[in-house]
């Protein structure tokens, strides 16, 4: 994997960083995608081997111009992980307030198709990628009073599968992740009564860390994974088994 280009959406905290990370380690140059005011700092410490791009990934013109700013700061990415994403408030159906829900969508299925949407050409014209999106087990099993969180997650397993098929032919492979809940700043647009249902649900009696979802991410992301497109890769701590 040394001196592949890959882009991190979500880079600048949580299961994104610790991708950048751990892909920095293999040679990886990255560039992280985010508009957190944190990105730029948490890149810094990777030194040449990661640039951070403010990006909205709602916005079209805002993914055009990170993907144009990475190919001139690295060249044409072989490697994409759409790790951004938000919670959404906890709440029932009947109390879901409509512009949470669509906020909601915009960034956890919307934006991830964008960004898939312009690495793929850059991906085909070179014979060779590798795209991880990150869904999660809410899009599996569905959570109570999370059902914008868990219909968008379910959505990004149906364009992983759908888009998989479509670039099999083209040495570009696109797999998911479904983890279980992690401890990172998604937590705070969650009750904590939220919180504690999703621990009680983990079989193996605890969150997620960060690092463990990373090792399977960069292993999918890798020449390594050769063979296996369209797949949905359990990091649910025992909840799920399908």
């Known amino acids: 994997m040394k001196d592949q280009v890959a882009v991190v959406t979500g880079g600048a905290q949580g299961i994104g960083l610790a991708v950048v990370q751990q892909l920095v380690e293999k040679g990886v140059r990255v560039a992280s995608w985010d508009y957190d005011a944190t990105n730029e700092k948490a890149m810094t410490a ?27 700061a690295f060249s ?25 829900w669509k906020k909601v969508f915009d960034v956890n299925i919307n934006g991830t198709f964008l960004v898939n949407k312009v690495c793929i050409p850059g991906m085909k014209a070179e014979g060779y990628g590798r795209i991880l999106n990150i869904a999660s087990v809410a899009g599996k099993e569905g959570n109570p009073n999370a059902s914008a969180y868990s219909s968008s997650k379910a959505a990004v397993i149906g364009l992983t599968k759908s888009l998989g098929k479509e670039l099999a032919d083209h040495n570009i492979a696109v797999n998911c992740v479904t983890p279980a809940a992690a401890r990172t700043r998604i937590f705070d647009q969650m009750s904590e009564e939220h919180i504690n249902y999703m621990l009680s649900k983990i079989p193996r009696g605890r969150f997620l860390d960060v690092e463990e979802a990373a090792k399977m991410i960069v292993w999918a992301v890798s020449p390594e994974n050769s063979f296996t497109t369209g797949a949905v890769f359990d990091l649910s701590g025992g909840r799920a088994t399908y």
């Open 76 to 100: 044409t990415p072989a490697i994409l992980v759409n790790s951004a994403g938000i919670a959404g408030p906890n709440a029932t159906v009947e109390d879901y307030d409509f512009e949470a």
């Open 46 to 72: 990777f030194g040449e081997q990661a640039v951070a791009v403010n990006c909205d990934i709602t916005d079209p013109a805002s993914v055009n111009s990170a993907y144009q700013q990475t190919c001139k």
